[in-house]
């Protein structure tokens, strides 16, 4: 009975296979031998308009859900407030939402916006500012008359500010606890020593600052012509174009005094810094000045990162220290590129102390590596695709796009370089990459720092240089 059983299966299963495979099919294709045509995508255009009061706006009309976003992009930020005062761009940032605005408590501003399950939100950067809208369709009237509110004339209430400030030192108290923070803020001190991004706020700083510093740096640079705002959502031109006038009416374009800002000065000096902490896992951090997003070597330093440090498991820093020395988890180097100044070369990992110097030394060959021969062609193959094709989840949905676009306009960069992107990403050669990582990478001028106990380190820090030891600031 089994016997049968099994036989009659069998037969069943050679008719299923003679039925799907007839006779003179071609044979299965191998998926490893598919090509596929190049990957095309039309990056859309926001619409644009100017209001009378010189505020830019870009569009983005999205009918899939009922929910309007606004960001607007404000020419501020913490470059250009006095030194004394280091820290007055980021209270003034947090506080525009916080501090509620005229005519309109702080409770009651968050009670409005709960009850509408609305968003507003602001904040400041080294050269940005900015303040948000998230909304339903059917409350964006109220709460764009809120988020007028606070971009035109907030409060600045006292009791929040005093809040604000009390977290701002909570938060320099607690600076040092977290390495790699340390380690961060270290190494940006270093590159940018003497320039406002080398800058962080002190107890001293902040408390120099007053709720009327708050209220004249808004009024220096909250204008509508510093004003660019990225909308996208459920709402057309008409509508919104009618809706921001009348929202808006009365606040005046004037001219913005932008102080002078210095350039950083450019001169490579390498160091060895070290903190000491008591750590079983040493943090690792180098780097030095780059450069800036009008350089024109821009696209062959991306394909570089990418192959460096930039490209995860694919990079030649993650497969030899991570895979194949199993001496950290996480390791990377990369250009962050400027936009107003230069940006950073950096570099980091973190491992155990009994392998800190053996990483160093790793990470500074395959730096050193990359300057001394070209890159072989598969993996300038593969970074140059894998940047092309990951470049269209930077437009996932409207509101990414719009932002997107604002950002090329907020920063001032060419008309079409994202149209133009993948296309000089494409064009860059074996060549392009060794001329810009012997011309841009600098691995014997990097400042190194690490965070951790020389007590446990496979070899002394003076073996990279001259060990110059931090004591970071404590303060109670």
């Known amino acids: 009975m089994k016997a049968n ?12 296979l003679f039925a799907a495979a007839p006779l003179g099919a071609a044979p299965p294709v191998d998926p490893r031998t598919l090509t596929f045509p190049p990957l095309t995508y039309d990056i859309p255009v926001p619409e644009r308009f100017v209001l009378d009061n010189g505020m830019t706006v870009l569009l983005m009309t999205d009918r899939a859900l009922p929910l309007i976003q606004i960001t607007a992009y404000v020419g501020v930020g913490a470059v250009y407030e006095p030194a004394d005062q280091c820290g007055l761009a980021a209270l003034t940032g947090a506080m525009i939402r916080r501090g509620g605005f005229a005519g309109k408590t702080p409770e009651v501003l968050d009670a409005e916006l709960e009850f509408m399950a609305s968003a507003v939100e602001s904040a400041a950067g080294d050269d940005l500012g900015t303040v948000s809208l998230r909304t339903l369709r059917k409350n964006f009237e109220a709460t764009l008359g809120l988020f007028a509110g606070v971009m035109r004339s907030p409060a600045f209430d006292a009791r929040r500010f005093d809040q604000t400030v009390k977290e701002a030192l909570e938060t320099l108290r607690r600076q040092n606890d977290d390495p790699r923070e340390l380690a961060d803020r270290e190494l940006l001190r270093a590159i940018y020593r003497g320039h406002p991004l080398g800058r962080t706020p002190t107890p001293a700083t902040l408390r120099a600052i007053g709720r009327e510093d708050l209220a004249a740096f808004h009024r220096r640079y909250f204008r509508p012509n510093n004003v660019l705002l990225a909308i996208s959502g459920d709402i057309d031109r008409t509508e919104l174009e009618a809706r921001l006038k009348s929202t808006f009416s009365g606040w005046e374009p004037a001219p913005v005094d932008f102080p002078t800002v210095p350039w950083p000065d ?3 000096r390498p160091a060895m810094l070290y903190v000491k902490k008591d750590l079983a896992q040493s943090v690792i951090r180098m780097g030095h000045l780059g450069v800036t997003k009008d350089n024109p070597d821009l696209y062959a330093l991306r394909v570089m990162d990418f192959i460096l440090g930039g490209g995860g498991l694919n990079s030649r820093l993650m497969g030899e220290i991570r895979a194949n020395q199993g001496l950290a988890y996480n390791v990377a180097g990369y250009f962050e590129i400027g936009r107003r100044f230069p940006g950073p070369f950096l570099a980091e990992t973190e491992t155990k102390a009994a392998s800190t110097g053996r990483a160093i030394a790793l990470m500074l060959d395959i730096m050193d590596g990359i300057t001394k021969a070209p890159v072989t062609e598969a993996e300038l193959t593969l970074a140059k695709e894998s940047i092309v094709n990951a470049f269209i989840f930077g437009f996932a949905n409207a509101e990414r796009v719009v932002n997107q676009r604002a950002r ?3 920063y ?12 000089n ?4 050669t074996q060549a392009d990459v060794l001329r810009v990582a012997r011309r841009y990478l600098h691995p014997e001028k990097l400042i190194k720092v690490v965070v951790g106990d020389a007590a446990g380190f496979d070899r002394p820090l003076s073996a990279f240089g001259e060990v110059r030891e931090i004591r970071p600031e404590v303060w109670n």
Do not use: F, H, N
Not at 412 to 423: N, T, W
Not at 425 to 428: D, G, P, S, W
């Open 266 to 268: 450019m001169t490579l």
């Open 408 to 410: 090329i306009v907020y």
């Open 425 to 428: 990403i494409a064009k860059v």
């Open 412 to 423: 001032g960069y060419p008309d079409r370089y994202l149209e133009d992107y993948r296309a």
């Open 5 to 16: 059983l099994r036989r009659a299966l069998a037969l069943v299963v050679l008719g299923v």
